[in-house]
């Protein structure tokens, strides 16, 4: 019994203790006021411009509301946040999550201009969503309400952020079909589009295209004309240029 008691004592003292076992990262659950996917806020114009997502309280989006939630998520650790909720934060996921420049109607008149935003929710979140536009010449964009959530709205009722062109770009005829944002230099604004695939089976040529688009852009508009692969992808489109101040 002695020689048994022995040698576990020696054990204890020539065998290296263990480490104890390290403990779980703790769980970073999402705070209970970060805004949730799918709801609304009215956010003013300062707010919109800016990095920080403002404290408030969703609103029904059937309910007046200028900002519709795309995305609200924690960050991943060592990120500069700012730039992190930006970049997931981009326009392109951003309209394929709210169905933007999906219509297959012939011509969109005057349509509803769609842009992302992105906020750094403090202090480890970030927040995308969605913003409704209007731009006067060359002042800043101002936010539009709406009563009714932007992914419920019309197809052809909303766009993109392409539909402006700097000056150099709007003086052609074939103004590029991918433009700049209105905020960048606003002259030539897009009042309406047309998807030729809703009226023409088959690409009629650049000849019989441009006589049909300056009859449906109007006088005074400058437009773009589809390259031929964009018939062969389905979406050969024209965009109508008009000059503002």
């Not at 970060?34 to 059937?62: F, I, K, Q, R, S």
């Not at 939630?69 to 934060?89: N, S």
């Not at 006589?211 to 109007?218: E, I, W």
Request: hydrophobic share 45%.
């Amino acid at each position: 019994m002695r020689r048994a008691l022995l040698l576990l004592a020696l054990a204890g003292i020539l065998l290296p203790s263990l480490p104890a076992a390290a403990s779980p990262a703790p769980h970073r659950a999402l705070p209970a006021s970060l805004p949730v996917v799918g709801e609304c806020y009215v956010l003013t114009d300062a707010e919109a411009a800016g990095e920080d997502w403002p404290e408030g309280d969703a609103v029904a989006c059937n309910q007046p509301h200028t900002y519709e939630i795309t995305e609200a998520a924690l960050l991943p650790m060592d990120v500069d946040a700012v730039g992190f909720a930006r970049q997931r934060c981009r326009s392109l996921d951003v309209w394929t999550a709210l169905g933007v420049n999906s219509s297959s109607a012939g011509i969109i008149e005057a349509p509803i201009r769609i842009e992302s935003r992105a906020f750094y929710a403090r202090p480890d979140h970030f927040v995308c969503g969605a913003v409704a536009v209007e731009y006067q010449g060359r002042s800043p964009a101002t936010l539009m309400q709406l009563t009714m959530s932007i992914e419920r709205l019309r197809a052809g009722s909303k766009a993109s952020l392409r539909h402006c062109a700097d000056a150099a770009d709007g003086r052609s005829a074939l103004a590029p079909p991918v433009t700049v944002p209105c905020s960048y230099r606003p002259r030539w604004q897009v009042t309406s589009w047309i998807l030729w695939s809703a009226l023409y089976d088959d690409n009629p040529g650049r000849a019989a295209l441009r006589a049909r688009a300056a009859q449906l852009c109007g006088a005074g508009a400058v437009f773009s004309l589809p390259a031929t692969w964009a018939w062969s992808e389905g979406m050969p489109r024209t965009w109508c240029y008009r000059k503002y101040p």
